[in-house]
């Protein structure tokens, strides 16, 4: 159950901090007080929207902590033994931080978390119905989820199983649904391929080639140039038919220095150095000739360079900017090629996974079909009993199951392959209608209060509260409500805000939500009452202008009275 929740800056609420027990807690006053403003806040710390219009004006964040106490909630131990909580006691923490900047902070025990994960364990902590919520019975599509809400273990357990089935189905059903969609394109595609690839095998790419065949290009631009270059060289060193070449010359010198070389160092040096350079020079002159002798620069060569060059750029024009990214198309081209010739086996062994996942489910589903049946029985005869305690005695209640179309395939759906409807004969001799076209608004808030009560009774999160479930209810009625919400609180901490007088002395404990002016700024406060301020409470809301009215307060006080004997009676009775 929740011990406190303290909120800042929330809406109209500067700072205020509330303290809770167990039983029927009611939150009063008057219209407008703000008493949304604290279902609001709570509906922020259990990891709701986090509206920036909750902030309170002038101010940068707002923030709400409330305190719980889950020593013995076994689904709250075990969620903080999965977070690797540290020396947890069994008293949770949960704090919610909003700014205008749309920073969200989220600490569960001090440890900040994603707000998932704090929604995930607030779920287990406290359920909140909030005032529009028996407006879900209008709709249809969610009366499967309110009678699932109603199944045991071994029910909630089936359900996940037929869950888990559907979503290893859905799955298969995706990939192979998009296989089959790759097999009608199967023959274009792989024809298109095909071509591509022949194209890039023919072609055999290397890394690297562009960069060689694009500098021999540059060569080739100037090999006139080169090759003329070459030859005056190859004439000036190497001896030749019309002149005397540098080589003779060079070595005339070498053989005329050779004679001295007896004769001192220096010219044995000369001797030596000018021999060097007659080898050297005749080393040149070879691979001067060589080199033009060699063909390297002819024009069928540079022609044969161009073509490649332009092989390669058109390559890199349809398939990659450069010839590793090309090579690497044609590996993905390879591989979706490779993929479409194995197509028909992995449709093959997908179709037959597909059929055998879609047999699970089906024995799954007809399994969950006859469980629901037996689940809507039960839940019709105590639906039933709740609203004759709601004084809807003459009432019939029926879960209706959907036929469906003889022939028709049904798509698998997670929750099973049933659709149901509520119907309900609200008097005697009157046939079964949906109740979503004939209920009025004070019997769907019976029949949401009915729908809570078992869960109560079910057991669960530790915490309920309720935001003007009473509304379109009055009369004797309020009084039968009243009753039943504290037979809910019998066994469940219960928060409720109201505005009739009969919940509100049915309370264990009573605040009271004031909105006042204090210099420029209102403020919401609210404070726990006292059994005398209760009664000036009370006598306001059956119709006293201020509460101090006589016979609005002795009534008051009666009220009060009536209802502590009915829970020290009660009380007793459990004893």
């Known amino acids: 159950m929740i011990l406190s929740m303290r909120m800042h800056n929330i ?12 039983g029927l807690h009611v939150l009063t006053g008057e219209t407008g007080a703000g ?10 710390v259990l990891g709701g929207r986090a509206d920036r219009e909750l902030i309170r004006t002038g101010t940068d964040k707002a923030w709400v902590e409330a305190v719980f106490d889950a020593a013995e909630n076994a689904s709250v131990a075990a969620w903080a033994q999965s977070q690797s909580l540290e020396d947890f006691d069994g008293t949770v923490t949960l704090y919610r931080e909003i700014t205008r900047t ?9 440890v900040v978390m994603p707000v998932a994960q704090l929604r995930e364990v607030a779920a287990l902590l406290m359920d909140v119905h909030g005032q529009h919520d028996a407006q879900f019975l209008m709709n249809a599509q969610f009366h499967l989820l309110f009678l699932d809400a109603a199944g045991g273990e071994d029910y909630q357990a089936l359900l996940s199983r037929v869950d888990e089935a559907y979503q290893a189905f859905i799955t298969n059903h995706r990939q192979y649904g998009r296989l089959l969609k790759e097999n009608e394109k199967k023959q274009y595609r792989m024809e298109t391929l095909k071509k591509s690839l022949e194209e890039l095998k023919k072609a055999r790419l290397k890394p690297g080639e562009e960069a060689s065949l694009t500098a021999e290009k540059e060569r080739f631009r100037h090999s006139e140039k080169i090759a003329t270059a070459i030859q005056t060289a190859h004439r000036a060193i190497s001896a030749s038919e019309d002149s005397e070449s540098v080589l003779t010359r060079v070595k005339e010198a070498m053989n005329a220095l050779k004679g001295l070389t007896a004769l001192g160092e220096p010219y044995a040096s000369l001797s030596q150095r000018c021999e060097s350079s007659y080898y050297e020079l005749e080393e040149l002159g070879y691979e001067l000739s060589a080199l033009a002798e060699s063909g390297e620069f002819d024009p069928a060569r540079a022609e044969q360079v161009e073509t490649r060059l332009d092989l390669i750029r058109r390559l890199e024009r349809k398939y990659g900017d450069t010839i ?9 081209m390879q591989e979706e090629y490779d993929n479409f010739a194995s197509l028909d086996q992995q449709l093959a062994q997908m179709g037959a996974e597909h059929k055998r996942l879609l047999a699970a489910y089906r024995a799954l589903a007809r399994e969950l079909t006859a469980a629901r049946h037996n689940l809507a029985d039960a839940f019709e005869q105590q639906m039933m009993t709740q609203l004759k305690d709601l004084g809807m005695g003459h009432t019939i209640f029926k879960v209706n199951f959907a036929l469906r179309p003889e022939g028709k395939v049904l798509m698998p759906q997670s929750v099973g392959d049933d659709v149901v409807e509520f119907m309900i004969s609200p008097n005697p001799g009157e046939p079964l209608k949906p109740l979503s076209k004939i209920a009025s608004g004070g019997e769907l808030s019976r029949m949401m209060l009915a729908i809570k009560s078992l869960e109560a009774e079910k057991g669960g999160v530790g915490t309920m509260v309720f935001d003007e479930i009473d509304t379109g209810i009055s009369g004797r009625m309020a009084q039968v409500v009243a009753e039943k919400m504290a037979f809910i609180a019998r066994n469940r901490q219960v928060i409720c805000v109201t505005h009739l007088p009969q919940i509100a002395a049915m309370a264990a404990h009573q605040y009271l939500v004031e909105k006042r002016v204090e210099g420029e700024r209102t403020n919401t406060s609210v404070r726990c009452l006292t059994d005398e301020e209760r009664i000036r409470e009370v006598a306001r809301m059956l119709g006293g202008a201020d509460g101090s009215e006589a016979s609005a307060c002795s009534h008051a006080a009666h009220m009060l009275d009536v209802a502590r004997q009915q829970r020290q009676q009660q009380t007793a009775k459990d004893a």
């Open 11 to 22: 809406a109209l609420i500067e700072d205020l901090t509330l303290e809770f027990s167990e």
């Open 35 to 44: 008493k949304s403003i604290v279902v609001d806040a709570v509906n922020l």
């Open 102 to 110: 749309g920073r969200n902070l989220c600490r569960v025990c001090g």
């Open 324 to 332: 590793p990214e090309v090579l690497s198309e044609q590996a993905r």
